[in-house]
T-cell receptor, first 113, second 114 residues
Framework: GENVEQHPSTLSVQEGDSAVIKCTYSDSASNYFPWYKQELGKGPQLIIDIRSNVGEKKDQRIAVTLNKTAKHFSLHITETQPEDSAVYFCAVRSSSNTGKLIFGQGTTLQVKP | DTAVSQTPKYLVTQMGNDKSIKCEQNLGHDTMYWYKQDSKKFLKIMFSYNNKELIINETVPNRFSPKSPDKAHLNLHINSLELGDSAVYFC?????????????FGPGTRLTVT
């Protein structure tokens, strides 16, 4: 079945620096790659997503890049702020038509003021 | 105007008991999901219903039984609770088959089995 690996598991940066989180996946037929942010005590919330026909997508300070050949995608956060501190999950939509998402293991991002 | 709501938020119970978690969404979505998040934060799909029909049933003990009375509700009943069932359970919903894949998550139910 589909496997999603996410790195690093923890990431600590200074406010204003950039943060990069990377994910690799195994099913080359996967076509949808979302990123979720989970704040303490809350459910995950979609922050950005990308489809397989696009190589890069940007929304203000966050961007996602996709390399379908290498089967990896990355989340980039620029000018980090303390409120960016959270757990970030990458996910891959299964190539089946059930809508199933397979999540990475999560990255705990800490932004130090 | 909560999109996906779950009750209760916290549930503390003893081994062997039977408990239920309820989920409701007011987004008009056709598909609902149950996820389990363990102590290491790993999120794993358990079940999914589309228009009251079970479409995803992962390898989950049969002590767990989802029930969808209508497409806006998906409940999770757990029999004979075990210590290993302690986790946070998230309900989610999404559209189906329209190309819009975003899943909206509820706030979670923290289940503690003692």
């Amino acid at each position: 079945g589909e496997n999603v690996e996410q790195h690093p598991s923890t990431l600590s940066v200074q406010e204003g620096d950039s943060a990069v989180i990377k994910c690799t996946y195994s099913d080359s037929a996967s076509n949808y790659f979302p990123w979720y942010k989970q704040e303490l005590g809350k459910g995950p919330q979609l922050i950005i997503d990308i489809r397989s026909n696009v190589g890069e997508k940007k929304d203000q300070r966050i961007a996602v890049t996709l390399n379908k050949t290498a089967k990896h995608f990355s989340l980039h956060i620029t000018e980090t702020q303390p409120e960016d501190s959270a757990v970030y999950f990458c996910a891959v939509r299964s190539s089946s038509n059930t809508g199933k998402l397979i999540f990475g293991q999560g990255t705990t991002l800490q932004v130090k003021p | 105007d909560t999109a996906v709501s779950q009750t209760p938020k916290y549930l503390v119970t003893q081994m062997g008991n039977d408990k239920s978690i309820k989920c409701e969404q007011n987004l008009g979505h056709d598909t609902m999901y149950w996820y389990k998040q363990d102590s290491k934060k790993f999120l794993k799909i358990m079940f999914s219903y589309n228009n009251k029909e079970l479409i995803i049933n992962e390898t989950v003990p049969n002590r767990f039984s989802p029930k969808s009375p209508d497409k806006a509700h998906l409940n999770l009943h757990i029999n004979s609770l075990e210590l290993g069932d302690s986790a946070v359970y998230f309900c989610a919903s999404s559209e189906y088959g329209t190309g819009t894949y975003e899943q909206y998550f509820g706030p979670g139910t923290r289940l503690t089995v003692t």
